[in-house]
């Protein structure tokens, strides 16, 4: 090992030949500051994205089950999205059988969601909204999407039976047609029909806390949306329909009954043998934060390829400086080696300029990406984290990619005859 105050004199002697060329040692890490600046801006952005989005997740709380006719459990697992296309469509009739179990507590229909959404403008006196999804639900819509409410109810058993013309606003439509007076009880118009409004939801959570349009909704008994809209010409159990969402919500502690039996069920209506795989999607928390696993891994994947690449420019320039630096210090070489000066000396001092130059432009790189972070968060409100080992990391690496890209270099200085680099002009 190197004496501490000897490896002392190394590191001032390495950052004293630096400083000396500013310039050269600054367009030799350009491709260090790039690579470090990406690993540790977009490493702030995805993992406040994650916390975020996982949050949103777990606000549906851990028993929730979705049966969907595909969801991402299904692209994630390579089906072939011609093949999910010809499931066939889940019904009212699915939900209503659900709704019989003795493991489940309640069942949520709702029509009009994901590939099938109607956008529609309510209407108000004169006043009218931009186009905001309508959707038919049950009376537990607002429960099992866990949805505050703002002001007034939701619509009750008896009113979805009877098909009333009721309606709760989303956040974004109450706040266009009714900034200043109570909305309960006023007429609106949805697609040429009279709606009383009889609630208001309060804002829905989104990943990221972006405006994504969470808000533009209004809610309507399902029953009362397939008389207003119509049933799409695709036919399933009991008729013809349009694609159907159900969320089930277990009884406390029979969460796994409840899964075999809603499986156990759609398995008998959709008439499948024993042998054939499920033509729906069974969906719970643990599952949906399982897929968002797997698509943060594929991101930080991503950017590990594109920060190597940079990290990789920077690291042969930081070769191709070191070797031209050992070609034009060869006489100091020799002289050092003369002195006294042992191999491992020399090997050292070349080593420490280059990670010394390459950690600079890591300690560039984490406050560029950290400042990018702290930018996009004031800007746009989007969420950021900046854990502490992402700067560590940064930092590691960058000090690595010197070690390692200037190797060669200082080995090449360390093994110089000091006669012949003496009479090295």
Do not use: C
Request: proline share 4%; aromatic share 8%; no cysteine.
């Amino acid at each position: 090992m190197i004496p501490h105050a000897l490896f002392r004199e190394i590191v001032v002697m390495a950052w004293e030949t630096l400083r000396s060329n500013k310039l050269r040692s600054a367009l030799t890490i350009v491709g260090v500051v790039i690579g470090i600046t990406a690993i540790v801006g977009m490493t702030s952005l995805v993992r406040g994205f994650d916390r975020s989005l996982r949050s949103m997740i777990e606000e549906l709380g851990p028993n929730t089950i979705f049966v969907a006719k595909f969801s991402g459990l299904s692209f994630m697992s390579g089906k072939d999205f011609v093949e999910l296309l010809r499931r066939p469509n889940l019904t009212p009739d699915d939900a209503s059988a659900l709704a019989r179990l003795d493991e489940v507590r309640f069942v949520d229909t709702m029509l009009g969601g994901g590939f099938d959404v109607k956008l529609e403008r309510i209407h108000y006196r004169g006043e009218r909204t931009k186009p905001v999804a309508i959707l038919g639900a049950s009376e537990y819509f607002a429960e099992v999407g866990f949805i505050p409410m703002q002001a007034g109810r939701f619509f009750t058993a008896t009113e979805l039976r009877h098909r009333r013309r009721v309606v709760v606003l989303g956040h974004a439509p109450f706040q266009s047609l009714f900034p200043l007076i109570d909305p309960i009880g006023r007429k609106v118009r949805i697609g040429g029909h009279e709606y009383t409004v009889i609630g208001v939801m309060g804002p829905r959570p989104s990943p990221g806390g972006f405006d994504a349009g969470q808000d533009d909704l209004a809610v309507i008994p399902h029953t009362r949306y397939e008389s207003q809209f119509g049933l799409r010409v695709t036919r399933g159990h009991g008729g013809e329909h349009r694609d159907v969402t159900i969320v089930a919500v277990p009884r406390e502690g029979e969460r796994q009954q409840a899964l075999d039996e809603i499986e156990r069920v759609m398995r008998i209506r959709h008439g499948l043998r024993l042998d054939e795989a499920n033509d729906f999607d069974l969906v719970t928390q643990d599952q949906a934060l399982r897929v968002w696993e797997q698509t943060t891994q594929a991101i930080f994947l991503g950017l590990v390829v594109i920060s190597s690449i940079a990290l990789l420019v920077g690291g042969i320039g930081v070769m191709a400086i070191m070797t031209m630096t050992v070609t034009e210090r060869t006489h100091e070489i020799g002289l050092r080696k003369a002195l006294g000066a042992k191999r491992r000396e020399v090997l050292w001092q070349f080593l420490i300029e280059a990670a010394a130059l390459t950690f600079a432009g890591g300690l560039i790189g984490v406050v560029l990406g950290a400042g990018t972070g702290v930018l996009v968060h004031f800007v746009s409100g989007f969420p950021i984290s900046l854990p502490w080992w992402s700067f560590a990391l940064g930092l590691g690496v960058s000090a690595t990619v010197g070690i390692v890209f200037g190797m060669a270099p200082a080995i090449k200085a360390s093994r110089m005859d000091p006669i012949e680099a003496l009479r090295h002009e």
